[in-house]
């Protein structure tokens, strides 16, 4: 114990009246004092839960509420969008005086996110779909609106739909001269690290919208600012801003609860792994979905996973190691057949390269079984945003090449980003 620590133990037992001397009044002693600084400990971090805000928890503080004060409100949203104390938005809105919601829009995974990715989203009495026939608001959908809102927790991925959503609505409200309103809500994989390659504009899909890497580092109200100012929208944008949010934190670091976004979201951990392992949909190996851990999982019936978790070991890549596991899907890829797979454990998220990680594990499959590995070429490129990425795994070139190939562009979207962070 360094001097200092001793010295505070001492007062402590002074302080107390306990004797310095006899193995049952240290005991005690140290006993309180530990109890003293584990409740210290827990002082500490309370004011930064407390000081955390989302745009959602002040949308009825000015001047926020001046907004949308007597105006008719529509809201993209779905479970994700709620208050601190975990009440839907939506609801607070149709109580309140202050405005008249008039309509809601539900995006993929729908209103309540119970359905499964790629599934439509049917309309219900006055909640429109934005996953079916349409993927943004008609303008007979936007005829009482005065004002649309945009609260979704989304998960920092290029080819997770909702941004996709944002997107064709901001395109749609500034058609009509309607004011979009964005609350909010942290990256909850940091707003720090960017990976991976930007979109080609020539991939553009409902999973790659815009050209942005895949793991980009913004919220989405600042993303919403990007887009808007990139794409030349005339449109009033609107963002309630986070309070008390570190750019480089995880979710969890917010004290806030995770509520899982889409079906196969379950943690913050799912959304550390998936802006690399979502490509594995684009090939014949199970990423996990019909599992309890999704994407943390990747395997095949005919993959030897112990061969493979050894390989990826000794690439000794950050913050991740790799442990066999077997698992049965039941439902998606291999539905009920027992595959032999591998399991992601994250050991520093903040070391950690999901691209970087999911690409060396192609790597090694297609080494190990070049006979039984395939990729859905279409899918793969789609979601990587371009052919290069499949062309130079496929070539076995090295994956620290295709590293290097995605970094100026990078750099450059990292340039374009700056001046739209809020934070």
């Not at 107390?16 to 140290?30: F, I, L, P, Q, Y």
């Not at 008609?138 to 005829?143: G, I, K, N, S």
Request: one cysteine or more.
């Amino acid at each position: 114990m360094k001097e200092g620590s001793s010295e505070q133990h001492l007062d402590w037992s002074t302080r107390t009246g306990r004797s310095k001397t006899g193995g049952e009044d240290r005991a005690k002693s140290g006993a309180a004092w530990i109890l003293l600084l584990l409740f210290l400990s827990a002082c500490s971090q309370t004011p930064r839960f407390e000081t955390f805000r989302t745009g959602a928890d002040q949308i009825f503080d000015e001047p926020y509420l001046s907004w949308i004060r007597g105006k008719k409100v529509a809201m993209i949203t779905n479970q994700t969008g709620v208050t601190e104390n975990l009440k839907p938005v939506y609801t607070l809105l149709a109580e309140s005086n202050e405005v008249q919601l008039t309509a809601l829009f539900a995006p993929e995974h729908g209103l309540n996110g119970e359905l499964e990715a790629g599934a439509g989203v049917p309309n219900q009495p006055h909640i429109y779909s934005l996953y079916g026939d349409q993927r943004a608001p008609t303008p007979e959908m936007l005829r009482d609106v005065d004002v649309l809102i945009y609260d979704v927790q989304d998960v920092g991925a290029r080819f997770y739909t909702y941004i996709s959503t944002m997107d064709a609505a901001m395109t749609a409200a500034a058609r009509q001269r309607i004011p979009f309103m964005v609350l909010d809500r942290p990256d909850p994989i940091g707003g720090v690290r960017v990976e991976g390659p930007v979109l080609e504009k020539v991939f553009r899909s409902f999973v790659g919208t815009y050209w942005i890497p895949i793991r980009y580092g913004m919220t989405p109200g600042e993303l919403a600012g990007l887009l808007k100012a990139e794409r030349g929208l005339e449109l009033a944008l609107w963002v309630v801003p986070l309070k008390g949010w570190k750019r480089g934190s995880y979710y969890e670091e917010t004290g806030r609860q995770w509520i899982p976004p889409s079906p196969n979201m379950p943690t913050v951990f799912t959304a550390v792994v998936y802006p690399g392992t979502c490509l594995i949909e684009g090939t014949n190996l199970s990423e996990g979905r019909g599992t309890t851990r999704p994407f943390e999982l990747i395997g095949a019936p005919w993959l030897n996973a112990d061969v493979l978790s050894v390989l990826l070991n000794n690439h000794n890549l950050p913050g991740v190691r790799f442990r066999p596991q077997p698992f049965t899907p039941s439902f998606s890829k291999y539905k009920g057949e027992l595959c032999q797979g591998i399991q992601i454990h994250v050991l520093d998220r903040y070391q950690f390269r999901p691209i970087e990680t999911a690409l060396n594990i192609i790597r090694e499959v297609l080494n190990l079984h070049p006979n039984e590995f395939r990729f859905d070429n279409e899918t793969f490129d789609r979601l990587a945003g371009n052919s290069w990425v499949r062309s130079m795994l496929t070539e076995s070139r090295a994956v620290d090449a295709i590293v290097s190939r995605w970094q100026p562009d990078v750099q450059d979207f990292k340039k374009r980003r700056q001046k739209y962070l809020l934070y």
